[in-house]
């Protein structure tokens, strides 16, 4: 009788190293997949979404597929070069647990993804979208489950006389590859990543500028002259929101009426997403105390969608009689 095999660190963590990559890997793939669906067949109703999380899902997917696929495939490699020498580490109780266990996940899922297919079709909710995006759920836990079930099995797969196993590996890695490719090349470059973030900076700067405004004709009841006349201290030069981030130059500031005022900022780029939603039309920051009359004011417009290049947003107080 031969004795069973013993299960060393390196054994343990090396399988444990392969399935964790592994379900980073496919959960990243799909990310970057339904992204895609998402771009390729926009939902108006999930503008916001789209305009701001689909750019940051698709960079995590890749960031994700880049590091893990590779040690997936590297860890799959190694652990295949150990089964050949000791035929016996196949027989590994950590081996087995853990590849029973992704099959018993993805057998759940792909029950899951039909069980919804269902219940979308009888509700009527078919839609190219969704469909694209069921297909892609049950290819992934499939391949995986077919990948893996085989992989239990002693005889070596052939397909009309070739390694159906080598064959099903470049497959997948030509697939991750061109997600890989498709999603960098739909979302926004670094470089205009980053004149994004420098404008939504500019746009929370003056939004801080506008609430030091209203705060001082508060206690002055006019608006004040000049932007170094508001009390704002910054916490340091990189932190100033009187001064644009990159140029370092203070923003644009202009008495424009009694209760008028401009605020003006070079941007770098149109704003993210713009016309997605609405902006409100008032906006009134201060709490009412109904124990005495006092007047209370809202700003007339509060919209701060830009286009590329210089552009001021012009602010009215409007201020009304409140009695208890």
């Known amino acids: 009788m031969e004795p069973k095999p013993t299960t060393t660190p390196r054994d343990f963590f090396l399988h444990l190293l392969h399935i964790v990559t592994l379900y980073g890997s496919a959960i990243a793939l799909l990310s970057i997949l339904w992204q895609l669906i998402n771009i390729a067949f926009p939902d108006p109703s999930q503008d916001l979404y789209r305009y701001f999380a689909t750019n940051g899902a698709i960079r995590w997917g890749i960031a994700f597929l880049v590091i ?21 580490k196949k ?34 909710e078919l839609t190219p979208r969704f469909i694209l995006k069921f297909l892609s759920v049950l290819a992934v836990a499939f391949a995986v489950f077919w990948y893996y079930l085989q992989g239990m099995r002693d005889r070596e797969w052939k397909i009309f006389g070739w390694n159906a196993k080598k064959i099903f590996v470049w497959k997948v890695i030509i ?18 990543e980053q004149m994004y973030r420098l404008d939504e900076r500019r746009t929370q700067d003056l939004q801080n500028v506008q609430n030091y405004v209203l705060e001082y004709w508060k206690k002055e009841n006019t608006l004040p002259e000049t932007i170094a006349a508001l009390p704002i201290e910054a916490k340091d030069e990189e932190f100033d929101p009187r001064k ?48 005495k009359p006092q007047p209370q004011y809202y700003i007339e417009n509060s919209d701060w969608t ?5 552009k001021c947003f012009e602010r009215k107080i409007i201020t009304t009689s409140l009695h208890p």
């Open 244 to 291: 644009d981030p990159k140029t370092k130059e203070e923003y644009g500031y202009e008495v424009r009426a009694e209760n008028t005022f401009a605020l003006c900022a070079m941007f770098e780029k149109e704003t993210r997403g713009k016309g997605a939603y609405p902006y409100p039309e008032r906006m009134a920051p201060v709490p009412v105390d109904f124990e």
């Open 68 to 88: 893990m696929f590779p040690v997936l495939l590297g860890t799959g490699k190694f652990l295949e070069s150990v089964y050949k020498k000791e035929p016996e």
């Open 306 to 310: 830009h286009e590329v290049g210089e």
């Open 175 to 192: 697939i991750v590859l061109a997600l890989i490719v498709a999603g960098v090349l739909v979302v926004d470059s670094p470089k205009e």
């Open 91 to 124: 027989e590994l109780k950590v081996r087995k647990w853990l590849v029973y266990l992704t099959l018993f996940i993805t057998a759940l899922i792909i029950i899951g993804d039909l069980v919804r297919l269902i219940f979308e079709f009888l509700e009527g």
